[in-house]
């Protein structure tokens, strides 16, 4: 370096700091910058990564070799060069600041937008996610933000200074760069880059990626199956599990405080302790009294066994799919046996199996048997209130009898009175022990004046506190609505009725 | 090279940087950071280079791979050894530490001397992949060079700042009207260590509300905590992003959290003690038992893990234990110029190197444990100890 040439750059640059910051991160020039643009001192700068320059290829040799395997949630495509190259093409400018600051200026990349490719493969939700595979195994996930609002920080390519605002950033797979092909030696077939539509913004590094060979479309929320089998075999996945959880939460708090959230065992047992697996709601409670091995397993065999006695209402035996309202760690994961009286090892996590240890249910001899069985006939003349209809045992209670229930408070809104405490016991708690049939859809009030009034199961379902409230007066109830119509909201009601 | 080495390497460049910047945004403000520094973690392969190990002139080149909290003093020890060994050029590339053993052991790059800021990715990593080209593994020792402290840092101006202390910065970090700043553990080691901070000041007060009350619900996808059995885990989703209402800042590294700091846009970060003093900035210095800087309660630091819920490199079982945070260095299998490394490293560990690194707020061990004595160059050997 010319001695003259430096101290005339040191003087040049002392008078135009004036009005700049002391510092500037390291800038590497875009491959398209002629070569003389940039000082040689800072092409021998160590830590700077010249982008290489493309080799051209003739464009009439596309390769038709698979390069990009596109996996979606339901299927898997596999794309040659020409095949990429035949899908909508967007354009842009990527450049990098690495975490050591260095900035690798923007060039011009070529190639087929993320959602564009997610879309191939049935498109992106909130809870989705894209995961980038290198080559070499190295991986990164995208989320759905990032894909459709291209939510990255961005920098100002000569500071390096963080934009307070951008332009709009769109993750792209590149198989070109400023016209040619990637260099595939130093880049592989294909690259993410991040663009924009002008070079006045860089983004971090560790968005882009060489040597793509893999772009999975897949939900972020990983999905499992929990078997109950016994009587008959059923699964219950994820969403259906959750939505149990939504009407009948059950918690258990352990020795450090953490909560765990799911579904008391014994509403699971009602899955298939018998035929009538309509929805949880066939719950056998003179099987469970009678007894029964409940073994409750990890996918890895691991296990425990419980009484059904013991497991019978036991609202502190729940098998738990939340600890502190996230899901359950790798090692518990999806589902975990907790509660109060187990010993550590009966806590089963990794829960795969409930297995009801009951006769198998044989399908001819139960028609048979409700060919001919006679309807059920129940003495309700001693009870204050009655469960009747669609159920597998009409049940009577007296006042006495459902204090001995789980008796909750709540704070309900009338739609006219407005809001009150209410003491009662869950409707759903009630069904549960009359066991509704399939094929139940509505629900009858009846008031011992004689005023009935009809409301959804489903909707009934859905609100867990729906209650049967006590009164004042010992041996009057009424019911308790919450979310629903004042009409539904009966008072002195005497029975309900399954339709 | 020139009689100007140091000028030659590292202003000019900076002088050309300034100019092109000029040149396209004139007096544009920037509250950049003067040096480029920590970033642990690091880049992608966009990053890798091809450095060729061929000699260049009459010098050979010395590639070294090292932990981005070093930046800032290995320039320093760079121009000194080359001033020592004028035949030498060392070629220095800075990365988070698990990306740096990567060129090695994935990429395969011809690296002369790995220094990493976590001294347990290198049994982790190296030690279990063998270099195909000679079928032994990348490396059989290491020797533990120097240690480091997390600090958070603050500006005068941080919100809170008078009610800052020991005991209260969980609570106050937490609160919704402060900014703060978070590298992502995803890829930068101070991201998981800042994590680790609250679940060790939890452990250590035995009150379990720290970590939800800082992280809770601040996240698309949750990054939770549990305990069992006495272990604390703390879970990274694959994706980590803040949801819009939060008050934490996610940025790739934590130098970008420096700049932020610097110009207002946070109040708070957790950073290494060394790189603050770099940066001049204002500190909170933690008990030990958040500060992972105490070797005697490596037993207490242990029960907590941070574990990434993906694997993000086919080689690494991404799951971090804490422990006191000791630096690492070795020479790898696949060397090209291992006497040159030996040279490096004896340097590095010399009082010249000593004193150097001192001068940074970096300073060395006093004594250099070495874990794989009996595989160690016989030079290294005579200035280590087998550790215990």
């Known amino acids: ?499 | 090279m020139t009689k100007f080495p140091y000028i030659r390497k590292k202003l000019l460049p900076l002088f050309f940087s300034m100019l092109v910047g000029m040149s396209f945004g004139a007096c544009q403000p920037t509250n950049s950071n003067p040096e480029p520094t920590t970033a642990f973690a690091d880049p992608t392969p966009v990053q890798t280079a091809q450095i060729s190990a061929t000699k260049v002139g009459a010098k050979t080149p010395l590639v070294v791979f090292a932990a981005g909290s070093l930046i800032i003093p290995f320039a320093d020890i760079e121009s000194a050894f080359e001033a020592k060994y004028p035949d030498i050029d060392v070629r220095a590339e800075y990365h988070g530490s698990i990306q740096v053993m990567r060129h090695v052991t994935e990429l395969h790059e011809p690296i002369d001397i790995v220094a990493t800021a976590d001294a347990s990715l290198v049994p982790m990593l190296m030690y279990a992949t063998n270099n195909p080209d000679t079928g032994r593994p990348y490396a059989d020792w290491f020797i533990r060079f120097a240690g480091n402290e997390l600090v958070l840092a603050y500006t005068p101006d941080s919100r809170y700042v008078d009610e800052l202390t020991s005991e209260t910065w969980p609570q106050i970090l937490s609160l919704p009207d402060i900014k703060y700043g978070l590298p992502d553990p995803r890829f930068d080691a101070a991201g998981y260590r800042a994590m680790m901070a609250f679940a060790l000041q939890e452990n250590s007060l035995e009150r379990y509300d720290l970590f939800k009350g800082m992280y809770k619900d601040q996240f698309t996808f949750p990054v939770t905590i549990f305990r069992e059995d006495g272990l604390t885990l703390i879970r990274i989703p694959e994706i980590l992003e803040t949801k819009s209402e939060t008050h934490i800042l996610i940025r790739g590294a934590s130098v970008f959290l420096i700049a932020l700091l610097q110009s207002g846009d946070l109040d708070y970060a957790f950073e290494y003690k060394s790189v603050i003093k770099q940066h001049g900035l204002e500190m909170l210095e933690l008990p030990p038992e958040v500060n992972l800087s105490a070797e005697e309660l490596r037993d207490f630091y242990k029960n907590v893990e941070v574990r990434l819920d993906f694997q993000r490199f086919s080689t690494v079982d991404p799951h971090f234990i804490a422990e006191p945070i000791e630096y690492a260095v070795t020479i790898p299998d696949s060397s090209p110029h291992p006497e040159k490394a030996e040279l490096f490293i004896q340097f590095l560990l010399s009082d010249e190197g000593k004193a150097i690194m001192q001068r940074n707020y970096h300073p060395l061990l006093a004594s250099f444990p070495a874990n794989g004595y009996v595989n160690m160059p016989a030079s290294l050997q005579a200035i280590t100890n087998p550790e215990e």
């Open chain 1, 1 to 499: 370096m010319n001695r003259k040439l430096f101290i005339g750059l040191f003087v040049l640059v002392f008078v135009l700091a004036g009005c700049q910051p002391a510092s500037v991160p390291e800038v590497e020039a875009p491959v398209e910058e002629p070569p003389v643009a940039e000082p040689t001192a800072l092409m021998e700068e160590p830590t700077a990564v010249p982008e290489p320059t493309a080799i051209p290829e003739p464009t009439e040799e596309v390769s038709q070799e698979p390069i990009l395997e596109l996996i979606g949630p339901d299927s898997t495509i596999s794309f040659s060069m020409a095949d990429l190259k035949a899908l909508p093409a967007t354009e842009g400018m990527a450049g990098i600041k690495s975490s050591t600051g260095k900035i690798t200026l923007p060039n011009k990349f070529k190639g087929v937008a993320l959602q564009d490719l997610a879309d191939l493969v049935g498109g992106l939700n909130e809870s989705m996610g894209v995961n980038i595979v290198a080559e070499d195994g190295y991986s990164l996930s995208y989320s759905y933000d990032q894909i459709l609002n291209g939510t990255y920080i961005a920098y100002n390519p000569v500071s390096g200074d963080e934009l307070k605002s951008h332009d709009a950033l769109t993750a792209i797979v590149a198989y070109e760069m400023n016209g040619n092909p990637l260099n595939v030696d130093m880049d592989g077939n294909l690259r993410l880059v991040i663009i924009s539509k002008d070079g006045n913004q860089v983004t971090d590094g560790h968005w882009s990626i060489k040597w793509v060979d893999k772009v999975e479309v897949r939900p972020m929320i990983m999905d499992w199956v929990l078997a109950v089998n016994g009587a008959i075999d059923t699964e219950i996945d994820r969403a259906s599990f959750e939505s149990c959880v939504s009407c009948h939460e059950a918690t258990w708090t352990d020795d450090v405080g953490q909560v765990w959230k799911g579904v008391e065992l014994w509403r699971l047992m009602g899955y298939a302790d018998d035929a009538v697996k309509h929805e949880g709601w066939s719950y056998d409670v003179k099987l469970a009294k009678a007894g029964y091995d409940v073994r409750i397993a990890a996918a890895d065999g691991f296990d425990t066994t419980v009484w059904s006695d013991d497991a019978d209402r036991n609202h502190d035996w729940v098998v738990a799919m939340l600890v502190d309202d996230a899901p359950l760690e790798e090692k518990n994961f999806p589902l975990k046996f907790v509660g109060a009286g187990l010993e550590k090892k009966q806590m089963v996590g990794g829960i795969a199996l409930i297995e009801l240890m009951v006769p198998a249910f044989e399908e001819a001899a139960e028609e048979e048997v409700q060919e001919t069985e006679p309807a059920v006939v129940v003495d309700l003349s001693g009870s204050a209130f009655a469960v009747t209809g669609m159920v597998k045992t009409p049940t009577g209670f007296t006042e006495e009898s459902l204090r001995a229930l789980d008796v909750v408070t709540i704070t309900a809104e009338h739609p006219k009175s407005g809001s009150a405490e209410f003491e009662g016991v869950r409707l759903s708690d009630l069904l549960d022990l009359a066991g509704v049939k399939d094929g139940a859809t509505t629900l009858v009030f009846t008031a011992d004046d004689g005023f009935s009034s009809e409301v959804s199961l489903a909707e009934v379902l859905a609100i867990p506190d729906c209650l049967l409230g006590f009164t004042e007066t010992p041996g009057k109830f009424k019911m308790v609505m919450p979310g629903l119509p004042s009409n539904t909201w009966v008072k002195g009601v005497v029975s309900i009725e399954v339709k």
